[in-house]
């Protein structure tokens, strides 16, 4: 029989139909792992093993009796902790200022546990989801999976949930992306990370960073477990008036057709353009996403896209941090609470923004993101590296640079949706990722490209050995 801790969800779904396998089985396998080698890999704040094993076993009599709520029903999953589940403690990954018991339910959480998922526990991430590189002082970081002797990032914000499921500790999970917060992790550690465009998912209920930019969204294995869940969480909510003026976006027609890429285009952004010199390995990934998408029948053109990287990514960090100190301002200074001091000095970057300068800059912004869609019409998809580099070693981090976000930050600016996808893997075995950013709730264009790539290629089904991290 498969190990199920290596299956998609969609792969799960199909054995709990054929009864290859229970909920209860594939919960505690996932339990076990857990208990076995999270120790080491850190990823998990809590785990709710009593309940999560109670809740497979009703999902199980639920199946039998002929009432399952759909695909998802008994599946496990991960949640990022700053998303709020009433009656469990939401950290926001600060060891000084825990935000104490939920009083709700975020409404993306709400949506999965109507459909029958299962949460295994939350997840570690940078304090406050402000940071790119996974390090937390206080709390402590995720250990990238795919090395087992070398302390490596894990990639930010959402550390903990792309560890849990690259290590076989979860089928998927939840994070959050202001600046590549779901797309960074992903890449650094061979997943797929969807950012839905801003208002596909609502953001009522989650702890926010920057709740201008912010986006809640799924890593996974594939593609396919990707949309199947941003569909479950997303939809009009008057929770949150965001999502009130998004168009529905057809997943389901993204995955009910068989994916196919002729007709469409894909423009790569040039090397030229490149704001951050990228390792040769993840040139060389570039190049074959490029001529995998070829040979599926799309038209890929190198071009020069009509914004500069660098000046995006600063103006996106400005917002950031001034609507972070907003947030935080009350107790940020305070020095005798222990926050991570690069953390702390992030937030603060954002006192010196005047209000007439954050006006300034929301207002570049909304220009910059005309722009951008005007420019995206006729294209399908934007395609750039998702990453620079790999996986660094965690004690070489130099946490006053940012080359992480050099390609990721643009797609929150610019009120776009974007996709990282594994595409490789360097000559030290880490994963490299690509990125497609797509027109604002273009998601579902998206889909069909990733399908289409994951169908073509494997390296969504490559596994990093996780052996080691479960010995003394």
Same mark, same amino acid.
């Given at each position: 029989?498969?190990?199920?801790?290596?299956?998609? $969800? %969609?792969?799960?779904?199909?054995?709990?139909?054929?009864?290859?396998?229970?909920?209860?089985?594939?919960?505690?396998?996932?339990?076990?792992?857990?208990?076995?080698?999270?120790?080491?890999?850190?990823?998990?704040?809590?785990?709710?093993?009593? &309940?999560?094993?109670?809740?497979?076993?009703?999902?199980?009599?639920?199946?039998?009796?002929?009432?399952?709520?759909?695909?998802?029903?008994?599946?496990?999953?991960?949640? #990022?902790?700053?998303?709020?589940?009433?009656?469990?403690?939401?950290?926001?990954?600060?060891?000084?200022?825990?935000?104490?018991?939920?009083?709700? =339910?975020?409404?993306?959480?709400?949506?999965?546990?109507?459909?029958? @998922?299962?949460?295994?526990? #939350?997840?570690?991430?940078?304090?406050?989801?402000? *940071?790119?590189?996974?390090?937390?002082?206080?709390?402590?970081?995720?250990?990238?999976?795919?090395?087992? #002797?070398?302390?490596?990032?894990?990639?930010?914000?959402?550390?903990?949930?792309?560890?849990? !499921?690259?290590?076989?500790?979860?089928?998927?999970?939840?994070?959050?992306? =202001?600046?590549?917060?779901?797309?960074?992790?992903?890449?650094?550690?061979?997943?797929?990370?969807?950012?839905?465009?801003?208002?596909?998912?609502?953001?009522?209920?989650?702890?926010?960073?920057?709740?201008?930019?912010?986006?809640?969204?799924?890593?996974?294995? =594939?593609?396919?477990?990707?949309?199947?869940?941003?569909?479950?969480?997303?939809?009009? &909510?008057?929770?949150?008036?965001?999502?009130?003026?998004?168009?529905?976006? +057809?997943?389901? *027609?993204?995955?009910?057709?068989?994916?196919?890429?002729?007709?469409?285009?894909? %423009?790569?952004?040039?090397?030229?353009?490149?704001?951050?010199?990228?390792?040769?390995?993840? /040139?060389?990934?570039?190049?074959?996403?490029?001529?995998?998408?070829?040979?599926?029948?799309?038209?890929?053109?190198?071009?020069?896209?009509?914004?500069?990287?660098?000046?995006?990514?600063?103006?996106?960090?400005?917002?950031?941090?001034?609507?972070?100190?907003?947030?935080?301002?009350?107790?940020?200074?305070?020095?005798?609470?222990?926050?991570?001091?690069?953390?702390?000095?992030? !937030?603060?970057?954002?006192?010196?923004?005047?209000?007439?300068?954050?006006?300034?800059?929301?207002?570049?912004? #909304?220009?910059?993101?005309?722009?951008?869609? +005007?420019? @995206?019409?006729?294209?399908?998809?934007? /395609?750039?590296?998702? /990453?620079?580099?790999?996986?660094?070693?965690? +004690?070489?981090?130099?946490?006053?640079?940012?080359?992480?976000?050099?390609? =990721?930050?643009?797609?929150?600016?610019?009120?776009?949706?974007?996709?990282?996808?594994?595409?490789?893997?360097?000559?030290?075995?880490?994963?490299?990722?690509?990125?497609?950013? *797509?027109?604002?709730?273009?998601?579902?264009?998206?889909?069909? $490209?990733?399908?289409?790539?994951?169908?073509?290629?494997?390296?969504?089904?490559?596994?990093?050995?996780?052996?080691?991290?479960?010995?003394?």
């Amino acid at each position: 029989m498969l190990d199920p801790v290596w299956l998609s $969800l %969609t792969e799960l779904a199909r054995g709990l139909v054929e009864r290859s396998f229970s909920s209860h089985e594939i919960v505690a396998a996932f339990l076990e792992r857990i208990a076995r080698l999270d120790g080491k890999l850190h990823s998990f704040i809590e785990i709710y093993r009593d &309940d999560a094993l109670s809740a497979a076993d009703a999902a199980d009599r639920e199946r039998a009796a002929g009432r399952a709520h759909g695909a998802l029903h008994g599946l496990p999953i991960a949640i #990022k902790d700053l998303v709020h589940i009433r009656g469990r403690m939401t950290t926001a990954g600060s060891k000084a200022r825990p935000y104490g018991i939920a009083q709700e =339910t975020a409404t993306a959480a709400e949506r999965l546990l109507a459909t029958g @998922m299962i949460p295994l526990g #939350k997840t570690h991430l940078v304090e406050f989801a402000f *940071g790119g590189w996974g390090r937390n002082a206080p709390m402590g970081a995720p250990w990238n999976p795919w090395d087992a #002797k070398v302390h490596r990032v894990a990639g930010g914000s959402s550390s903990g949930s792309a560890v849990a !499921v690259a290590a076989g500790l979860a089928p998927a999970a939840i994070g959050s992306d =202001t600046g590549g917060s779901i797309r960074i992790p992903a890449a650094l550690c061979g997943l797929t990370g969807l950012k839905p465009t801003y208002g596909v998912v609502s953001l009522a209920g989650v702890f926010p960073l920057a709740g201008s930019l912010d986006s809640l969204g799924p890593i996974a294995r =594939t593609v396919e477990d990707a949309a199947l869940l941003t569909a479950v969480m997303g939809g009009l &909510d008057p929770r949150d008036p965001g999502t009130l003026a998004a168009p529905a976006i +057809d997943f389901a *027609g993204a995955l009910a057709e068989e994916p196919d890429l002729r007709g469409m285009r894909v %423009t790569a952004l040039s090397v030229e353009q490149f704001t951050w010199p990228a390792q040769s390995d993840v /040139l060389a990934a570039r190049a074959e996403a490029m001529a995998t998408l070829r040979s599926l029948g799309a038209t890929v053109e190198e071009t020069r896209a009509p914004f500069d990287f660098e000046d995006v990514m600063l103006r996106n960090g400005r917002i950031i941090a001034a609507e972070s100190y907003a947030l935080h301002r009350a107790y940020i200074e305070d020095e005798s609470l222990q926050f991570d001091p690069w953390v702390r000095k992030r !937030v603060l970057g954002g006192k010196a923004l005047s209000a007439a300068d954050y006006i300034d800059e929301i207002a570049a912004r #909304k220009r910059m993101s005309a722009a951008f869609a +005007d420019w @995206m019409r006729g294209r399908d998809a934007l /395609l750039t590296p998702t /990453l620079p580099i790999t996986a660094t070693p965690l +004690d070489e981090v130099d946490e006053a640079t940012t080359p992480l976000a050099t390609f =990721t930050r643009a797609a929150n600016y610019l009120g776009a949706c974007a996709l990282s996808l594994p595409a490789g893997l360097s000559a030290q075995d880490l994963p490299i990722g690509v990125q497609l950013i *797509g027109a604002p709730f273009a998601d579902a264009t998206l889909v069909r $490209l990733g399908r289409a790539f994951q169908r073509a290629t494997d390296w969504h089904r490559r596994r990093p050995n996780v052996d080691a991290f479960g010995r003394p």
